[in-house]
């Protein structure tokens, strides 16, 4: 079966502003060079493992600068996936701290050296903790909506996953609950399309022509756009965004991206040749327009370069989580297993257990 074909583009996007261009040109070269140096931390042993989102940056910064960011239902709710560092960036991350979840430091401020690369968790601005069994997000992501569809305002729910993903029965669950005559819920679903799971290719999975066209059946209005094209990614999250937070009723974006360095560390995570790459893209717009020159964006890269290596040899002394800490953060109070409440030393300071001392 073929691939599925982007529709033809019937105008170019409207220009965005100089200005706008050029913060995400910024937003998203810290993203790359973010990547860069968390793949090559996880092949020095700096690292157990490592998954991003390098060739999503287009999008994801687009999507970063376009959220209402906060905490509680006012703000928008964010369930993202793995590759969405850029989107963080974009709202203000401190891209270091993608550095120490890296090295599992207990400077991480996502899980405190806890989880995976990749996996933010940030509850000051409603981002659900990212999960690594996949899709999960998609049968949350309903509840957050209609909490805010009960609250008012003008806050929505973003989700997002991979096309692969969308095999997965959550993502119909959502399909269903942010649909449902009456009770259409403001939830703007994100499936970013970059043709795989793992090595498994979309194009022999999906018998619909566009994971978008899934949409029309429950009545939600949708789109597959080229997601590598940063002035198209932005300006068709803006009135994606500006449709659910105005209509209060959801919508399917297929955003078509590139998946520059494989799938993770377990596939290599070297440079995949054939791609488009959307740093490319934008830095061909900048230079065409005159607002950056090649001398310039090739200084830029290198100055965020050397911060970057500097940060992570800062990162790489930061201390691990210690051993006493290891039931903090834990979501049950109590010993699943044995029936008894775990005890507490006390409520900052780590709990205790007996067989993890007799363990020692
Ligand atoms: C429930 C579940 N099944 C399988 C996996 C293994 N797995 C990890 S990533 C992945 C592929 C996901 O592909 P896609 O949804 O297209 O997202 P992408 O990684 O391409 O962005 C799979 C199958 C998993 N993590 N969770
Ligand atoms: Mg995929």
Not at 278 to 284: H, M, P
Request: aromatic share 6%; glycine share 10%.
């Amino acid at each position: 079966m073929e691939a599925a074909v982007l529709p033809p583009r019937e105008s170019q996007p409207r220009p965005l502003p100089d200005e706008t261009l050029l913060r995400m040109h910024e937003l998203m070269l810290t993203g790359r060079v973010l990547e860069e140096r968390l793949i090559r931390m996880q092949k020095q042993g700096d690292g157990y493992f490592w998954i991003g989102g390098p060739g999503e940056e287009a999008f994801n910064v687009a999507l970063g600068m376009l959220v209402d960011r906060g905490e509680g239902l006012a703000h928008d709710y964010l369930h993202l996936h793995y590759r969405s560092s850029a989107t963080l960036l974009a709202m203000g991350a401190d891209p270091v701290d993608a550095l120490r979840q890296m090295k599992n430091t207990a400077t991480d401020p996502y899980s405190g050296g806890r989880n995976f690369a990749g996996h933010a968790s940030i509850r000051r601005w409603n981002v659900a903790p990212i999960s690594s069994p996949i899709e999960v997000q998609f049968s949350m992501a309903p509840g957050t909506a209609l909490a805010q569809k009960r609250y008012g305002g003008r806050g929505i729910t973003i989700v997002q996953g991979g096309d692969a993903g969308t095999a997965e029965g959550d993502f119909a669950t959502c399909l269903i609950w942010v649909s449902r005559p009456g009770n259409e819920l403001p939830c703007l679903m994100i499936v970013t399309n970059n043709e795989y799971g793992i090595s498994t290719p979309a194009a022999t999975q999906h018998g619909e022509a566009r994971i978008s066209d899934r949409g029309r059946a429950f009545g939600i209005r949708s789109k597959t756009i080229d997601a590598n094209d940063a002035e198209v990614a932005y300006r068709e999250l803006e009135e994606a965004m500006r449709y659910v937070r105005t209509e209060r009723r959801p919508f399917l974006l297929e955003a078509r991206v590139s998946r520059l360095y494989g799938h993770s560390s377990s596939s290599g995570a070297n440079l995949v040749k054939g791609e488009v790459d959307c740093l490319v893209e934008i830095e061909k717009k900048l230079e065409e327009r005159g607002l950056r020159g090649r001398a310039e964006l090739d200084a830029m890269r290198a100055q965020k370069t050397e911060e970057l290596l500097a940060a992570a040899r800062r990162v790489i002394a930061e201390p691990q989580p210690e051993g006493h800490t290891v039931w903090d953060h834990v979501f049950a109070e109590r010993d699943v297993v044995q029936q008894n409440p775990i005890p507490c030393d006390n409520h900052g300071g780590g709990r205790r257990t007996p067989w993890l001392d007799q363990a020692h």
